[in-house]
């Protein structure tokens, strides 16, 4: 990611501080079309990658969906092992 080295140092700091069992919460905020989309796809690619990360999506049309962004993380978290 091109200018956003410092960001993502950031995250990784965080990243590995909840590695270590010290849980962290990570907000991302910023006006339309600076790239927050593409930050979090690269925050997730690096979670997923350290082992532990599920994602949902808020979706325009879902606003009168209870809980529509947890539906697809605790598929997830609750889907049964393979096997």
């Known amino acids: 990611m091109i200018g ?6 950031v995250f990784a700091a965080r990243l590995a501080q ?3 069992s010290h ?3 990570v907000g991302i905020v ?3 079309g600076i790239g927050k989309s593409r930050f979090v796809a690269e925050a997730m690619r690096l979670a997923q990658d350290a ?3 599920y994602g949902g999506e808020c979706e325009a ?9 947890w539906q697809p993380i605790w598929r997830q978290l609750l889907r049964p ?3």
């Open 23 to 25: 849980g962290q919460v």
């Open 18 to 20: 909840a590695e270590q």
């Open 4 to 9: 956003r080295a410092a960001e993502l140092a």
């Open 81 to 83: 092992a393979a096997g």
């Open 30 to 32: 910023g006006g339309p």
């Open 61 to 69: 049309y879902g606003v009168n969906t209870s809980y529509l962004v």
């Open 51 to 53: 082992g532990f990360a």
